[in-house]
């Protein structure tokens, strides 16, 4: 028996609020097909995680120059700002 049966669903909007004085901005890594080929979180201090959808793996950033210049080199991808789709927005790339 593995240590997560027998535990129940939990659904992110079943958590409570907590009051932070800054939070983390999200951003997604896209390939050439648009497809996320991973997701960043940029700590409020200026550091980020980056996580990647292939491999699973989780890295540790020091700053967002890194990410938009180094990691987006390395992996061949744009990095943005997510938005659903089929929510219009200004400055959406084509």
Not at 22 to 48: H, Q, T
């Amino acid at each position: 028996m593995s240590a997560e049966q027998g535990i129940g669903s939990v659904e992110v909007a079943d958590l409570p609020e907590i009051e932070v004085d800054s939070k983390p901005e999200l951003l997604v890594l896209v390939a050439e097909n648009d497809i996320p080929i991973g997701w960043a979180v940029v700590l409020p201090e200026g550091d980020f995680w980056l996580i990647r959808k292939s491999t699973r793996s989780l890295t540790h950033g020091s700053s967002l120059a890194t990410l938009t210049t180094f990691w987006a080199t390395i992996l061949g991808c744009d990095v943005g700002r997510p938005r659903l789709a089929g929510h219009p927005s200004a400055g959406v790339r084509d």
